[in-house]
């Protein structure tokens, strides 16, 4: 290589250094999602099956056969199915169900924590069951008068089960379950 392109490629590599070094690279700051959920507004879904509740009007009520119903909420990509069996001398075999269909989830679940519903004045009683990790469904219930009437309630995601991703969602949906849980009446 001769001096005269040796000189000129040392200038050009001084050049570029003295140039392209500003400032101290800093880390990003951490971010956080930042989803907006409306402000739910409830309407009553009352039918001829044995059993009326208040639903959040951003999900969509189908009724389904044998009193089953679902609310789906297609902004959220998630549907709580609703599942009714009428009690005829069988309210064990219901209960033990609805907890089976809970308890399947402790393979991917960080953790299940329950917490007894007792509504004496409209004889509503039951269980509510919030699903930690990575399980197919956060939020299950069930609700009976013990005498008459069982509805079991579930939510799931139209998603591969990550707690992170769908948290907001999956606690949006858990409010709108608490309010169905509390404005629930037999027939």
Request: charged share 20%; proline share 5%.
């Amino acid at each position: 290589m001769s001096k005269k392109y040796y000189s000129f490629f040392l200038f050009t590599i001084i050049f570029i250094t003295l140039i392209g070094c500003k400032d101290d690279v800093l880390p990003k700051p951490k971010s956080y999602l930042s989803l907006n959920y409306p402000e739910p507004k409830y309407a009553q879904f009352d039918q001829t099956c044995g059993y009326s509740f208040n639903y959040n009007t951003l999900g969509k009520v189908v009724q389904e056969e044998n009193c089953n119903v679902k609310i789906e909420y297609p902004k959220l990509k998630a549907t709580v199915y609703l599942n009714y069996k009428p009690v005829n001398k069988n309210i064990d075999l219901l209960l033990r169900d609805a907890q089976k269909l809970t308890y399947e989830h402790v393979i991917k679940a960080d953790g299940i924590s329950e917490q007894p519903y007792v509504n004496k004045f409209k004889k509503s009683f039951g269980m509510f069951y919030e699903v930690g990790g990575n399980a197919a469904s956060q939020s299950q219930f069930y609700l009976t008068d013990s005498t008459r009437h069982f509805l079991v309630g579930s939510v799931y995601f139209y998603a591969k089960p990550n707690y992170d991703s769908v948290l907001p969602a999956a606690e949006y949906v858990k409010n709108d379950l608490r309010v169905l849980m509390e404005s629930l009446k037999w027939k």
